[in-house]
C-alpha cells in the first residue's frame, strides 16, 4: 500500500457512504476533472476522509450532510493518522476546512493556510477547498475562478510530491 499523494476529504456523501469509495458522487466528478487538469492519474492517488462515517439528518427519503462536529473530528483523527502513516505519502492535500482540522490536530482556516506548503507531524500538506464548495457556486465567472485556483492548489501538491 503506497501512495505519494493522499487527497483527505471531510466524510463521506450519501453515494460514498453507499457505494463504499469516497469521492465517488458529484463531488468527486468534480475531482476527477480537476486531477486531470493538473495533470495528475486519480489511480496514483490515495483517497480518504478525515471522518469515516456520514453524518446525515433524514427528510422524507432523502439522507441530507450534517457536517461532521468536533468531538466526531477528534474521534476518527487516529485512523486517519494511522492510514496516511501506512500510506505514507509525499503529500497529503486536506480538502477543506474539516480535513484540515483533522490533519493539523487543531482548527485552521483556508484562507491562512491555503496556497503554501506546511509540514505537519513531518508531512508536507497543502490546504485547499473541498470540491463541493465549488459545486454550490451559483455564478459561472466566480464558479470558473474557484475552479482555476483549486486546480492551482492540485498542482502545487502534484509539485510538491514529485520533489
Not at 493522499?6 to 457512504?17: H, I, K, S, T, Y
Not at 486531477?35 to 427519503?61: C, P, Q
Not at 441530507?64 to 477528534?74: A, G, L, R, S
Request: hydrophobic share 40%.
Amino acid at each position: 500500500m503506497g501512495a505519494r499523494l493522499a487527497l483527505v476529504g471531510e466524510q463521506p456523501g450519501d453515494r460514498e457512504d453507499v457505494v463504499g469509495r469516497p469521492f465517488v458522487g458529484p463531488a468527486g466528478a468534480l475531482l476527477d476533472r480537476a486531477l486531470e487538469e493538473a495533470g495528475i492519474d486519480r489511480s496514483d492517488v490515495y483517497l480518504t476522509n478525515a471522518v469515516k462515517h456520514f453524518r446525515f439528518e433524514r427528510v422524507g427519503k432523502r439522507r441530507i450532510h450534517q457536517k461532521p462536529n468536533t468531538t466526531q473530528v477528534v474521534a476518527c483523527r487516529p485512523w486517519l493518522m494511522t492510514e496516511l502513516d501506512l500510506v505514507r505519502p509525499r503529500t497529503v492535500v486536506c480538502l477543506g476546512v474539516t480535513a484540515a482540522r483533522a490533519v493539523f490536530g487543531r482548527p485552521v482556516t483556508i484562507g491562512k493556510t491555503r496556497g503554501r506548503e506546511h509540514v505537519v507531524d513531518g508531512r508536507r500538506v497543502v490546504v485547499t477547498v473541498h470540491p463541493s464548495s465549488l459545486l454550490r457556486q451559483t455564478d459561472d465567472a466566480e464558479r470558473d475562478r474557484a475552479m482555476r485556483a483549486f486546480v492551482d492548489d492540485l498542482r502545487l501538491a502534484a509539485r510538491r510530491q514529485a520533489a
